[in-house]
């Protein structure tokens, strides 16, 4: 697949999460992490975002500078993919119905993206 | 193909083998889910036990209503039980899971076109995958005119909340009573259009309910007679104005005086959407859960959490004992009229405080008008520290203060006995009923905490068949128990059922047991299902 740069704006979720305001940053995504930032918001956002309760109950178990997914430089696609497929704590499994494996893949492209 | 660990009972081997080859013909293989993996994914995430217990032996998603006649037809030839799902996010009523260990998921996510929106007519044509989310998407594309009314979790479909009576929170919120023309495959494989939809080139399919002769679309609710693969939704207007209302009272004891002060409101239509009354533990719950905390913050203790340690956080962020928060929807002058009737009503409750806000059309949609769907309730699943799951007991109850107040203590007086935290959110259904939504939350780890709340759902059920109550709706762990309080004159509901459940699916192939119905050949089993 051609890669489509495209420019887009991290961090724009800057509503301070208990009191942390996260820094925008730019980076160019090819197209497939572009797709998985598309699903991300589709899909993960509503729990994961800033100032939602996975972001705080993760932010509980680990630290804060853990807890806002997009934000991480520590995640593996082999694990996301394991855990959007297993499930964890509160999270269900995704199913194939709801994600394709290419769109899970997409997803954990863009968490582990080196470009930020 | 891989081959599954659980199979259909009294189907063999080889003919398991061969339906699933046969589903995959339909469907293409690669949607005939089979796997270790595949099939856990439709393990009931919060289960209050063993998920084995309801485990599917597979998963076939079809892209068509077709597809699905397709199936049920091959289902029947091989015996196979089939259980439906929309979306597979009825959570807490055993998500996407059987009632009959071994039954084939048939799962409609991959069905999720919206067919038609009319903003003139304030309507939409919904397959079964459409969820929340994506009615809201569309909605927003087509040009906003029109609102959704949504369930606390966005992912689930529009039609499987409708068909197991969900409620939102909106003047629309009642969602069943917004279903207007389904398509349903039978458990035959005939596909029929119910309504005007009977009408071959109709175009009045989603504006009149009643079409010609008996209406059939109630009998494909909460029930095994069909498969809805279209329905029409009815969807409100955008209105003008939108006003919030947090109503306050501060005394242990004030409940029937919160119900009898909201009865009237909402019967002349002042209050024109859902109200729900929270129970002081509700208030704490709701706040911890955005908050990261849980249980464990405040409470170690196996017993049900005290009332004093209760009422002690919620003092300790200001807030009264009871809230009842609610929505109105309006032009803004006409909010000032319901507002202005809202306060004098509680004008004559002592120490009551009524809180509103407001919003007017250009504003930015807010999370507190509750009409974007979200996912905030899964927050509060973690509250015994987590992984968490919950189940319900939810009576429907006349919104009588008395009435309403004594039953919430019975409740309240076995959820101590069974040293289980009372969560009760209080729901209106139109303006006539009550839910009395009492939730048994629990830690998927905790054994001992599962079975008593088990046990307490079960107590539950037959106080409310001495008092002559009934529950609203059930996780398939208890879909017999729940049936079983409909009791009069011999149970002669249930048996009106399965006489309609036996003409209809002869063999026996759609959901068996689900809201307690079983067909012909597994009704001597049911003891050993619920």
Same mark, same amino acid.
């Given at each position: ?41 589709? /899909? ?52 194939? /119905? ?19 | ?90 959570? %807490? ?68 909340? %409708? ?24 458990? @035959? ?31 494909? @609710? ?54 729900? $009354? ?26 049900? !959490? ?8 919620? %003092? ?48 930015? $949609? ?44 019975? !409740? ?52 409310? !068949? ?20 409909? @009791? ?20 026996? !192939? ?21």
């Amino acid at each position: 697949m051609k890669a489509m740069g495209t420019v887009v704006m991290l961090g724009m979720w800057f509503a301070a999460f208990e009191g942390v305001a996260f820094a925008t940053a730019e980076a160019v995504l090819s197209a497939q992490e572009q797709e998985g930032k598309h699903l991300y918001d589709r /899909t993960c956002i509503y729990c994961h975002g800033p100032g939602l309760w996975a972001t705080n109950r993760i932010a509980k178990r680990l630290d804060k500078d853990h807890a806002l997914l997009e934000n991480r430089t520590d995640l593996s696609a082999e694990g996301i993919r394991a855990i959007v497929r297993s499930g964890v704590g509160s999270m269900p499994p995704l199913r194939k /119905t709801e994600l394709s494996d290419a769109e899970v893949d997409a997803i954990a492209a863009y968490l582990t993206r080196t470009a930020r | 193909m891989a081959q599954s660990s659980v199979r259909p009972p009294g189907v063999s081997a080889a003919a398991f083998k061969d339906a699933l080859k046969a589903f995959g013909e339909i469907v293409g293989p690669e949607w005939v889910l089979v796997t270790e993996e595949e099939r856990h994914s439709y393990l009931d995430a919060f289960a209050p036990g063993n998920p084995d217990e309801h485990a599917a032996s597979a998963a076939v998603a079809p892209k068509s209503a077709e597809e699905v006649q397709a199936i049920v037809k091959v289902a029947n030839r091989y015996k196979i039980p089939l259980w439906p799902v929309s979306t597979g996010r009825n959570l %807490a009523y055993g998500g996407s899971a059987p009632v009959l260990r071994g039954s084939v998921v048939l799962d409609l996510k991959r069905m999720r076109r919206v067919l038609e929106i009319n903003e003139e007519l304030g309507y939409a044509l919904v397959e079964p995958g459409v969820s929340f989310f994506d009615l809201f998407d569309a909605l927003q594309a087509a040009g906003g005119k029109l609102w959704i009314s949504t369930p606390a979790p966005g992912w689930g479909s529009v039609i499987g909340n %409708a068909l197991e009576h969900g409620l939102g929170y909106t003047p629309y919120g009642v969602h069943t009573d917004t279903i207007c023309g389904m398509e349903v495959v039978l458990p @035959t494989g005939e596909l029929v259009r119910t309504g005007m939809g009977a009408v071959a080139g109709t175009r009045e399919w989603q504006i009149f309910k009643y079409g010609y002769g008996p209406v059939w679309d109630g009998l494909f @609710t909460q029930s095994n007679f069909g498969i809805v693969t279209k329905m029409g939704v009815w969807l409100m207007p955008q209105p003008e104005a939108v006003a919030n209302v947090v109503v306050s009272l501060p005394n242990a004891g004030d409940l029937p005086v919160m119900v009898d002060t909201l009865r009237p409101l909402r019967l002349n239509d002042t209050i024109n959407a859902t109200y729900t $009354i929270m129970n002081p533990f509700r208030s704490i719950v709701d706040g911890f859960s955005m908050q990261g905390k849980s249980r464990p913050d405040i409470y170690q203790g196996r017993d049900s !959490i005290p009332f004093d340690v209760v009422a002690k956080e919620l %003092a300790a962020e200001g807030r009264a004992l009871w809230n009842a928060t609610f929505n109105l929807f309006d032009r803004d002058k006409g909010l000032d009229l319901r507002l202005a009737a809202i306060q004098e009503a509680f004008a004559h409750v002592p120490g009551a405080k009524v809180l509103t806000k407001r919003w007017q059309r250009g504003q930015p $949609i807010e999370q507190w008008m509750r009409v974007q769907p979200g996912l905030f309730a899964l927050g509060i699943v973690d509250w015994y520290g987590g992984p968490g799951g919950h189940m319900n007991f939810a009576p429907v109850v006349a919104p009588i203060g008395k009435r309403v107040g004594d039953l919430y203590e019975a !409740i309240y007086k076995r959820f101590v006995e069974y040293g289980v935290d009372y969560y009760c959110g209080l729901l209106n259904v139109g303006p006539r009923a009550l839910l009395v939504n009492a939730v048994m939350f629990f830690n998927r780890d905790d054994e001992d905490l599962i079975r008593r709340g088990r046990e307490l759902y079960r107590v539950l059920a037959k106080d409310g !068949i001495a008092a002559g109550f009934g529950d609203y709706r059930a996780h398939i762990s208890f879909m017999d128990a729940a049936a079983d309080m409909y @009791t009069f004159n011999g149970h002669a509901l249930r048996a009106l059922n399965e006489r309609v459940k036996d003409a209809l699916d002869p063999q026996g !192939i759609l959901a068996p047991g689900k809201q307690g119905i079983w067909p012909h050949a597994l009704r001597g089993n049911k003891e050993g299902h619920s």
